[in-house]
């Protein structure tokens, strides 16, 4: 289940958003969530339900909006409003072939593309647990025929563009035989 709100809020605000979201999600599985439910935090601190490890949940906020996915596998969301090119962050995080992408497009269109592939890497670090400490030059996407392309194998990749494409919202899902 994905659940994406459109907002305009400061930060603090738009992390108490992104947990409402939450909470309206795990409503829908008849799980109670506020301040006092029992979070565990992995070694590079990704939050799950302390009692109910069968429940796999992921957050992300940004200026003007926020998501939330849940899922019965590890899964990871990164959201954002469509960012500058950032020549330095492509140098130090994208694949040789994400680069190339990139060189062959200007102005709009590159920093659309430019947030596609980030949001796509983010949400794919964040479902494995480690955050921005992977090496995401190590990881590569493109697109062909409106399909996400990528070499990692055992998860799924989803991407919407919203409000005309002035948001993009990525999901990573590991795949596996599903509990039900």
Request: proline fraction near 3%; glycine fraction near 6%.
């Amino acid at each position: 289940m994905i659940m994406v709100s459109l907002m305009e809020l400061d930060v603090k605000k738009q992390h108490d958003h992104a947990h409402a979201l939450l909470r309206e999600c795990l409503k829908k599985r008849n799980i109670c969530y506020d301040e006092s439910t029992p979070l565990l935090r992995s070694e590079r601190g990704k939050p799950s339900l302390a009692e109910r490890p069968d429940v796999h949940f992921n957050l992300s906020h940004a200026k003007g909006i926020a998501a939330c996915v849940i899922s019965d596998r590890e899964c990871g969301i990164d959201c954002e409003g469509i960012r500058d090119y950032r020549p330095n962050v492509v140098k130090r995080a994208f694949s040789e072939e994400e680069q190339r992408l990139l060189e062959a497009v200007s102005g709009e269109e590159r920093d659309r593309l430019f947030t596609r592939l980030w949001t796509l890497k983010e949400s794919y670090v964040k479902a494995l647990g480690e955050g921005i400490a992977y090496p995401l030059n190590k990881v590569s996407f493109s697109f062909s025929e409106g399909e996400i392309v990528t070499d990692i194998e055992g998860y799924r990749f989803r991407q919407y563009l919203i409000r005309d494409g002035s948001f993009v919202v990525s999901v990573c899902e590991k795949l596996g035989k599903c509990p039900y």
